[in-house]
């Protein structure tokens, strides 16, 4: 529990901080942009990864889910959405994601959808809500949807091909489809230095280490729980935006942060036993999670 509880704070604090690397990749073709991150990503896996099992005919659907969704469409249609609407509106509505990740467990508990709603509502405090025009708003709701389906697609691969097979998997196919798709949308483009060393601090710390640590805490503590704990991405994002000094630490931001940190106390509360929850937790060993 305390372990994934970890690993999963962990991912979501480095995503989170990671927002203003991205911004260094700005006018860089987003899915070329991908395909090198991917490829770098899977290579710093393969390494770590002392074997890598072969996904079966089953296993190919989910991890095309969580490629298409949650990868390439998901960051595609971030930056789609933010020319319709503000940041603070696209946060506010991924703000949803932690209670769409709860309700759409098979084996939800009352702490956790309860202590979703709670994120979600520190997140809207910390992004300050905004405005959009057009189709910002289903463009933000789709973007919610890849964030969510990330998770939920992993869900039972995890436990057949482990934390490591369904990162290294996910980096792999990501790259190959992002390089296809990016040689007819948006070409191939020779990264300055700048955008180089964004490309690979995003494939080795958000890429190979973040997704494993992800996958890890989904992995021991369901979908559910371990979705609380997105509410931390944001909370990551201001603190790393008040030490470059390009933000403000506020009154509201402070009761957003105290808000999400609340949400998260209550959403992994234990509770009551689920069902077959101890075989929802089950699959990867730990020394496979540690060598991430």
């Known amino acids: 529990m305390k372990l994934g509880v970890a690993a999963g704070a962990t991912a979501a604090t ?18 070329t942009g991908q395909a090198m991150r991917y490829a770098l990503g899977a290579a710093v896996l393969l390494l770590v990864a002392r074997r890598l099992p072969m996904p079966s005919w089953r296993d190919l659907p989910p991890l095309l889910g969580v490629v298409v969704t ?8 971030l930056i789609a959405a933010q020319q319709y609407a503000e940041p603070g509106f ?18 939800r508990t009352t702490s956790a959808v309860v202590g979703a709603v709670v994120v979600a509502a ?7 809500g905004g405005s959009w025009h057009g189709p910002g708003l289903v463009l933000a709701l789709l973007t919610m949807a890849g964030e969510v389906c990330f998770t939920l697609f992993a869900v039972g691969v995890v436990r057949r091909l482990g934390v490591l097979g369904v990162a290294t998997w996910t980096c792999i196919l990501a790259t190959v489809i992002g390089a296809v798709l990016g040689t007819f949308v948006g070409g191939w483009q020779v990264p300055t230095p700048r955008q180089g060393f964004a490309l690979a601090l ?8 973040a997704f494993g640590l992800w996958y890890f805490a989904v992995n021991r503590l369901g979908s559910d729980r371990a979705g609380v704990l997105i509410g931390l991405m944001p909370v990551s994002g201001l603190a790393t935006s008040v030490l ?11 009761l957003g942060v105290t808000t999400v ?12 036993s689920r069902p077959d929850a101890s075989r929802e937790r089950s699959g990867e060993p730990l020394p496979t999670a540690t060598a991430l």
């Open 261 to 272: 940190a609340l949400g998260c106390v209550i959403g992994l509360r234990t509770g009551t």
């Open 244 to 254: 470059l000094g390009v933000q403000e630490l506020t009154l509201v931001s402070v």
């Open 90 to 107: 696209v946060a506010a509505v991924m703000g949803g994601s932690p209670v769409a990740l709860a309700l759409l467990s098979r084996k």
């Open 70 to 77: 949650g990868m390439l469409g998901f960051n595609a249609l």
């Open 202 to 209: 995003l494939a080795v710390v958000v890429t190979a280490l």
């Open 122 to 128: 520190g997140i809207v405090l910390l992004s300050g």
């Open 14 to 31: 480095i995503v989170g901080a990671s927002v203003p690397v991205t911004g260094m990749l700005e006018g860089y073709p987003v899915l």
